[in-house]
């Protein structure tokens, strides 16, 4: 199985500041990651696949990068409304496995 | 748009069964793949299983193996969990959760608001 490591498990940030979490994947897995958000009490939503292909809707703030083993969540500046819980998914083959999230808190 | 509509959960005591349905819209459901995924309270994401488009392929966590099993029927936009020999452990809020595409491996695009599994005595 491919277990997906995902770092900072919180952090606190100011609004209008830069955010970026890193997720690794224990195995090469090309471009095969997915990045959610989830607000508490809320399901999951799809930011970003394929590593850097942000979903329809998403704003431009966000972004993702890597390949491999090595990938980031970028948040260009933290928005009121960004302040949730970040998990990356890897695609690359079953079973599906998640990061154990990051939480974004307030500063 | 899409909607994934999630029912069937509940209280039920360790070793017992429950079915949960997820009714689809809003897309060409026999398009794609279907996935299961849960999420214990206060917990991460844990995906449980997927099916194929035609139901041919199904894939399960190691967790589940033999005691869940996953169908769909697509002329109803219909996916089911069925869940047997239930343990504590499986308490979770159960998510219905789209594919990306056709691809056994994907992403989730779309997600249903959950349905509450309880197991206890």
């Known amino acids: 199985d491919i277990q997906m490591t995902q770092s900072p498990s919180s952090v606190s940030a100011s609004v209008g500041d830069r955010v970026t979490i890193t997720c690794r994947a224990s195995?090469?897995?090309?471009?095969?990651l997915a990045w959610y958000q989830q607000k508490p009490g809320k399901a999951p939503k799809l930011l970003i696949y394929t590593a850097s292909t942000l979903q329809s809707g998403v704003p431009s703030r966000f972004s993702g990068s890597g390949s491999g083993t090595d990938f980031t969540l970028t948040i260009s500046s933290l928005q009121p409304e960004d302040f949730a819980t970040y998990y990356c998914q890897q695609a690359n083959s079953s079973p599906l496995t998640f990061g154990g999230g990051t939480k974004v808190e307030i500063k | 748009e899409v909607q994934l509509l999630e029912s069937g959960g509940g209280l039920v005591q360790p070793g017992g069964s429950l079915r949960l349905s997820c009714a689809a819209s809003g897309f060409t459901f026999s398009n794609y793949v279907m996935s299961w995924v849960r999420q214990a309270p206060g917990k991460g994401l844990e995906w449980v299983s997927v099916?194929?488009?035609?139901?041919?392929?199904?894939y399960y966590a190691d967790s589940v193996k033999g005691r869940f099993t996953i169908s769909r029927d697509n002329s109803r936009n219909t996916v089911y969990l069925q869940m047997n020999r239930l343990r504590g452990e499986d308490t979770a809020l159960y998510y219905c959760?789209?594919?990306?595409?056709?691809?056994?491996?994907?992403?989730?695009?779309?997600w249903g608001q959950g349905t509450l599994v309880t197991v206890s005595s």
């Open positions: 195995q090469g897995i090309s471009t095969w």
């Open positions: 099916i194929s488009v035609t139901g041919g392929t199904i």
């Open positions: 959760a789209k594919g990306g595409g056709a691809a056994m491996a994907n992403w989730f695009d779309s």
